[in-house]
């Protein structure tokens, strides 16, 4: 089947506009996960969903950082009032469950550009 | 200290060779390791995951995992330039399975 699908793949916005990132996970994994990635750098955790609910929401940056899950499926992340320092690649990968075992799969991520 | 590090390299071997990527963690509840392969601009992908000491091979990759040193590494034998690419270690705890810890990555260039 897909593999985990991000939209947009780009985004381009002035500094203090919203934004929403969307992430469509493999069908049937029930965990879903956001990480961000800024140049050169590893991935920083964001948040994490074990189907609709966030138990681990610890990563997110700061209050202006949001994220649902609606259906057990989608999921949307965000970002109020954009700062520059918010520029950077955000990724989302899916599990078929939460487990310490059970390998992620990575969408191809959407590019913010904060100007 | 970070819980997760990564020689940052770069690292540069020559076609043929045996390349060795290391990573080292702090979290002694880590039950779970991974090593991710990503492409310039490309997302990871999961190439070895491994959970008990000891060594696991698959293909030209072995992963090598000592808890007691709190130490994982990769080996990539017989390296092709198609394997030129940074790697990420990526560690799970057994008590909150949804929050890995992800190195910087290692870069590696792999010379024909």
């Known amino acids: 089947g897909a593999g985990v699908s991000q939209s947009p793949s780009n985004k381009v916005t002035e500094k203090g506009k919203d934004v929403e990132l969307r992430c469509d996970p493999i069908?049937?994994?029930?965990?879903l996960y956001w990480y961000r990635q800024s140049l050169g750098q590893g991935l920083e955790f964001l948040i994490y969903f074990q189907g609709n609910s966030a138990p681990d929401k610890s990563g997110l940056p700061s209050d202006r950082f949001s994220a649902e899950r609606t259906g057990g499926s989608v999921s949307t992340l965000t970002i109020q009032r954009t700062q520059q320092e918010d520029s950077a690649v955000y990724l989302c990968a899916s599990s078929l469950v939460p487990l310490s075992n059970q390998p992620q799969h990575f969408g191809d991520g959407t590019r913010l550009s904060i100007l | 200290q970070k819980e997760v590090e990564q020689n940052s390299g770069p690292l540069s071997v020559p076609e043929g060779a045996i390349a060795s990527l290391n990573c080292t963690y702090s979290d002694r509840g880590s039950q779970s390791f991974f090593w991710y392969r990503q492409y310039s601009g490309k997302s990871p992908e999961l190439i070895m995951s491994i959970y008990s000491n000891g060594d696991k091979e698959d293909g030209r990759f072995t992963a090598q995992l000592n808890k007691a040193s709190q130490y994982v590494s990769l080996l990539i034998r017989d390296s092709q330039p198609s394997d030129s690419a940074t790697y990420l270690c990526?560690?799970?705890?057994?008590?909150?399975?949804?929050?890995?810890?992800f190195g910087d990555g290692t870069t590696l260039t792999v010379k024909p």
């Open positions: 990526a560690v799970t705890p057994l008590t909150n399975a949804g929050k890995s810890t």
């Open positions: 069908s049937g994994h029930t965990a």
